[in-house]
Structure formats: C-alpha cells, structure tokens
C-alpha cells in the first residue's frame, strides 16, 4: 500500500501526533459555542462554570449514550424486519423458532396454540416497546432475563431504566448547557444508559436477530487473507447489519448470479467478512471467510483482491473509498445512516419503507460485483500466504448440547478443571501495537485454565493467531485441556459484537447451576483494545452485572480525579465491580488471573 501512496489507519494515527493531552484526559468541553473550553490550573472551570468532574462525566455520558444509539439502531432494523416477516412484507422466512418461542415464553408472552408469526409480532411488539417507551413502566426483558438480585441492586441505585430511547434523550437533555451541573448526578444517568445498553441494544437485539435467522451452528472457516480467491467475484460484507446482508448471499449463491459470474469469466462467487457483518454471516451461513475487523479493513483492500465492497453500517471508515479507488474496488453502501461519497448506494430508506424490496436490492449489489470484476481485469493482486482454521460457532445452547447438560461446565468450574471464564472482546485501537494485547492476554490466560469466549472485532486475531482451533489446546493448562480435548479450542468464537449476549446467557447458566450470584463468580469482561462509545458500553454492561472488565487503555477520564475513582474504585461498593486499567497487556493478565483465583479463594473452591 506504501508503494501505491495508500495510507492506512497506521499512517493517519502517526500524522495526529502530538495527541492533544485535554482530549485525552477528558477535560475539553466543545458542548456549546461559548468555548470550547479546557480545564487548567489557571482556568479551573469553564465558561458556564463546569469543572473537571462535570465535563468529564458529561463527555463520558454522552460516548455511552452513542453506543446505546449504535447497537439500538441496527437492533431496530432487525427488530421491524422481524415484525416484517411476520406481517408478510418482508419475504424472508423466520428461522429461529425454537429461539423465537423461548424467548415468548421468558418474556411472559402466551404462545400456547399460537402461530410462529403470531408469536414475532408478540416479541418484535415487545422488543420495539423496550426500544422506545416513553412512559415509565417495566422494561420486559430486562425485567425477563436479568437476575432478581440484580434487578434488586439496580432498583436500590435507582438507576433502572424507562427504555433506550427516553435514556439516549435524558443524556443528551442533561448534559447540556447549564442543566445537570452535578457529577455524580450526571454518572447515575451513566448507568441508566449501561443497562439500556446491555437489555435493549444487545440483548433484545440478539433476541430479534437469533429469531429471524436462527443459532450459530458449530463448524470449521478457513481464516485471514492467505483465504482469498483469484479468479473468482470476490465481495467483502463490510459493518453490522445482517438484513441485507442475508439476502445478497443468498442470491449471490443462486443458480442465477453463478452462471452469470462464470459467463464473465470468473470460477465463482465468493464473499469475505469484515467486521460484524462477516461474522454474522460466518457462523450463519458458512462458506464466508473472515479477513478483519475495522482497524485491518484498508489492509484488506490493499491486496487488490476484491471485487466489490458492501459497506452497511457502523465501523466503516470514510477512507475505504480512497483506498478502493487505488484498486477499482467498487464500494456499496446500504444503509440510509451510512452514506459515504463516492461510493453507489443501494439500501434501505430513512424509515425502513422499503423493506419489500431486500431482494430486488441483493440482486443490483451481486449484478454490480460481477460487472466489477470484469472491469478489474487488470488490477495487480498481492495476497500474503497466510491462512488458519478456525472453529466457530459457539452458545450457550450449544454448550448444553454438547456436554448435555450446564451442570457438567459448573462443575468442571468448581473442580478447577476450568479456573474461570473471561469474555475476551473489544474493538482494535491504533494506541496500542495492533491485536497484539488481545492476543498477549489471551495466552496467558489458557495458560493459566481460563476458557476464554470471544465475539467482534478482538476475535480476529484470536482466528487468525490459531486461538479458535484445537491445535492451541498444545499452549493451553493441563486442567483445561484434559476438559476440552479432543475437539474442543480453548478460545469459543460466539460470533459479532452484539453477541456478547451470549457470554453473558452462558455467565448467568453457569451461575444459575453454580448456586451463586453472577458477581461471586470467577468470571471477567476483558477489552484490552477498546477504542469506540460501543465499546464503552459493552464493558459498562458487564460491570453492572457484577463481573470486573479489564483495559489497556484508559478511558477519557484523567483529567478528573474523583470520576476516575467512581470507575475504578467506588463502584465496587455499589456494583460489586470496577474497571482496571493497566497498560501492559502481560500484567493486565495477571491481574486477571490474580482476581479469579481471589475468586476462587472466596467460593471455597479449588
């Protein structure tokens, strides 16, 4: 890519150096055009009279507030694509019924008799309310799926939420100009919007996804670009939706669109994943190849190998388009939120009207892929001789199928044949040497007995390092291995960001079976690399739960001594968790291995 004058996130990280150290300490106020102001020991407040603690925790509120926004927005689309295909506009069929009627009945929705369309249009009806309620009244699957100590704790903070709507609003009202002028105050509307997070954005979008199209099933992906095809119409998914994603490769696999691609002198059609979207699809419809989260995506592009580019939503940076346009790569952009100049759109509308037409649109995207090929005849191709196996694939439901019962793992957990679990997530972040903390804490972390889970971005170079296949159980503690062997990894890919739901389904079974408070656990959220208000998010949501998250990069919060020991010191006392931050990734691990074993200790367990 430096020879073709390509820059990269890499590049562009080193251009914004020096970086500005009030950003970074969290104590720049852009929130109205009096300023923007800085706090230093000579102006020690703002033009409205903030200090550091306000600004800081306003800043702060208003980074969760945009993750709640983020996951709930492509949540929605999936929640009124559900609703579509029960009404009969949306031609696509509901292929997690035993998911679907599972969740009915855990939500209090009665499905006796009743048809599989009749029971969507209860939970999108639900999972829509959840989203949106404006009028205080119990929030359904929180209320549903949270535990009732919990739910206790939460109720005694006060910090229960109305619904992810009326909560994004709150921060964004709160936080401006001359309203909510107390701190602590402003940190209470902080994890209102965490739980909205963790039931709404995640959960009840995991709930709509996992319904309209069904579990992961366990199986086996080729990894990294050493997987790449020459010859053949290659289409990299690209974000986080898998609406229309589902339906291009359904129709890019078609009889149709392969003759049409071969006709055109290319083997065959084959599709790629980056980011969220390649995942979903991944573990949904097999056959699509992983290549890299957001931060890799240009590295990508950079091989010259793609023919064509569909870039949904969210972690799609705007640069795609120089880089693609040094390979006659064709960019597609789907969603109305996600436009990028340049690039040709083929989407949905603003209010989602033209869900009707998914496969009309599929069909222009796989068209466009293959007139794309066929004008890139002449594109130099580099691709690295690297690829991997990986296994994927991995719930809670499949746990209980294949040991046959939760019980086996909680007692495998209290016998210290599994020393602990450690949901091992987060974006990727040009701070830090890139994946390189995601895999170091890893390591050490199977090393020591822990089984690792893993989802989204950080799951990358878990697949591509071997983490996710069997041969990494030759690194992994004695205890553990004898567990897992002979088919079981020591790393559980349990698919995209969102799907952080399903470590926490398997935290709150192994508890459950265990006979214990999921804070009492010897459990842990790592995000070692974290760099986006998701991710924020998601680690919030696991704190609330009780479960410590652990980071090698520091949130904005330095610059205000008492916000930096809300988080990583006072609510222990209140959530029975706190965020830890160490910079070394070898240490940070240690930490963790420290802590569960604490926990272990506690439990009067081996």
């Known amino acids: ?114 048809t599989t369309d009749a029971v969507a249009l209860k939970v999108a009806a639900a999972l829509l309310e959840d989203l949106s309620r404006a009028v205080p009244e119990k929030h359904k699957t929180l209320s549903a799926f949270a535990t009732p100590e919990r739910i206790e704790v939460w109720k005694d903070l006060d910090i229960l939420p109305v619904g992810a709507y ?26 209102r919007c965490g739980l909205a997070f963790a039931w709404t954005s995640a959960l009840g979008s995991s709930i709509a996804m ?96 793609l023919d064509l580019w569909v870039a949904d939503v969210q972690d799609v940076f705007p640069t795609i388009i120089d880089v693609a346009k040094c390979f006659k790569t064709t960019v597609v952009t789907t969603s109305d939120s996600a436009k990028l100049p340049g690039a040709e759109h083929y989407g949905y509308d603003h209010i989602h009207s033209n869900l009707k037409e998914t496969e009309n649109l599929a069909k222009k995207i796989i068209r466009r892929a293959i007139e794309s090929f066929a004008a890139r005849r002449d594109v130099p191709v580099f691709i690295p001789d690297y690829e991997v196996n990986a296994e994927i694939g991995f719930s809670l439901e499949y746990a209980v199928s294949r040991f046959g019962s939760i019980d086996v793992i909680a007692d495998a957990l209290k016998e210290g044949k599994v020393a602990g679990v450690v949901n091992l997530v987060g974006c990727s972040n040009t701070r830090v040497v890139y994946e390189k903390a ?21 799951s990358f170079p878990l697949m591509k390092l071997g983490f996710c296949n069997q041969e990494a159980l030759d690194r992994t503690g004695r205890e553990l291995r004898g567990f897992l062997e002979p088919d079981l990894p020591p790393v559980w890919h349990m698919g995209e960001c969102i799907d952080n739901a399903r470590a926490s389904a398997l935290f709150r079974a192994l508890s459950d079976a265990s006979g214990k408070d999921i804070k009492d656990m010897p459990f842990a959220l790592a995000s070692p690399e974290w760099s986006n208000e998701k991710g924020l998010g998601a680690a919030l949501g696991f704190r609330l739960l009780g479960v410590n998250s652990y980071h090698c990069v520091h949130p904005p919060v330095q610059g205000s001594e008492n916000v930096m020991k809300y988080l990583y010191e006072d609510t222990g006392e209140t959530l029975g968790s706190v965020m830890v931050v160490e910079l070394d990734p070898s240490k940070l691990a240690d930490r963790i291995v420290s802590d569960i074993q604490e926990k272990r200790k506690a439990l009067g367990w081996k």
């Open 438 to 458: 995601v895999a170091d804490v890893a390591t050490k972390l199977i090393e020591n007995n822990i089984l690792v889970l893993t989802n989204g971005c950080a």
């Open 210 to 305: 996992d319904s309209l199209f069904g579990l992961p099933e366990r199986s086996t992906v080729r990894v990294n670009v050493g997987a790449l095809k020459e010859g053949y119409v290659n289409i990299a998914i690209h974000g986080h939706s898998p609406l229309l994603v589902s339906e291009i490769i359904k129709q890019g696999r078609s009889e149709e669109f392969v003759c049409l691609a071969k006709e055109n002198g290319a083997e065959g059609i084959q599709f790629y994943g980056i980011c969220c979207s390649g995942l979903s699809a991944m573990y949904r419809y097999g056959g699509v190849i992983p290549l890299s989260n957001a931060i890799g995506a240009e590295l990508i592009l950079g091989t010259g190998a």
């Open 166 to 191: 009326h909560e994004v609003f709150e921060a964004l009202h709160r936080t401006t100009t001359g309203t909510d002028g107390d701190w602590k105050n402003v940190m209470q509307q902080f994890l």
């Open 1 to 114: 890519m430096e020879k073709v004058g390509c820059e990269t996130p890499f590049d562009r990280f080193d251009q914004q150096k020096p970086h500005c150290n009030f950003g970074m300490a969290g104590i720049c106020c852009r929130n109205c055009n009096n300023g923007p102001c800085r706090i230093t020991r000579k102006s020690p407040r703002g033009v409205c009279g903030a200090n550091a603690d306000l600004i800081v925790a306003r800043n702060l509120l208003r980074w969760v507030a945009a993750g709640v926004a983020a996951h709930g927005a492509r949540g929605r689309e999936i929640m009124l694509a559900l609703k579509a295909s029960a009404e009969g506009s949306l031609r696509l069929p509901i292929a997690g019924e035993e998911k679907l009627r599972k969740s009915a009945v855990q939500l209090g929705i009665d499905i006796e008799g009743k």
